[in-house]
Every structure is written in C-alpha cells, then in structure tokens.
C-alpha cells in the first residue's frame, strides 16, 4: 500500500467521528521503483494531508521529508524535493503490517500490500 492511498483512507466505523488519519503499524516495507510524473506530484500535491503524509513516511523509516508543508512554489522549482515527495509518495509500500482506528484502536490487516477495510457486522 503506498502512502498515497493511506493519505485517502479512513476509518468508517459506525459512530466513529474522527477516522482520520489511520496510524500505521509496520511489519514489512518494500521499495518498487516508479517513473517519476512531475506533472502528477504538482496536481496531487494540494490534495494531501501534509502532517498525515509526513508522520507515516516517517513511520516508514524515511525522515527526508519536511514536518511542515513547503510552499507549492517548491514544486515548481526544487527537483530534489519532487524526487523526494515522489519517493515517499509512490515508491515507499506498507507491504505488511496494519492500519490502526484512531479513535477505537482497531487494527485493519495490510497483507500483500492490500488493506482489508472490511467493517463486521456490529461495525456497520
């Protein structure tokens, strides 16, 4: 799972108010190389939840990010910050491990990469 799309997840279970971000537990993570796309990291850059982003590259053991966002004039000029958005972005995989409720701790198995967000049957 790429940090990109923990940036997209929440916890949607019943009566939980603030699913987001979901903490993650790392049991597994794996390097896959990807074709950088300056024009993506540009467009997707205002989408993401800086703070969430960056204390789960961090998680992952990549600490090259900034704690606070940076300027989205950055994106248009500092190549070594895009090669670094990028890689924490689309190359860095929760392989193993799990997704954690912030609020009611329950733990949502990441296996093979994929996430298992399946709620049961009292969750709904």
Not at 50 to 65: H, P, V
Not at 73 to 96: I, M, N, P, R, T
Request: charge should be negative; hydrophobic fraction near 40%; include cysteine.
């Amino acid at each position: 799972m790429r940090l990109l799309t923990h940036n997209m997840l929440s916890s949607n279970i019943k009566g939980v108010t603030n699913g987001f971000p979901l903490r993650i537990e790392v049991e597994k993570v794996v390097e896959k190389q990807v074709e950088i796309n300056h024009d993506f990291l540009r467009n997707i850059f205002p989408k993401i939840d800086w703070k969430a982003f960056s204390d789960a590259s961090r998680i992952m053991g990549y600490n090259e990010l900034p704690e606070e966002p940076p300027e989205p004039s950055v994106l248009e000029s500092d190549v070594e910050f895009l090669g670094k958005f990028h890689h924490a972005l689309l190359e860095l995989h929760l392989e193993e491990g799990a997704l954690l409720c912030p609020e009611t701790g329950r733990k949502f198995p990441v296996s093979k990469g994929i996430p298992n967000m399946l709620l049961l049957e009292d969750e709904v």
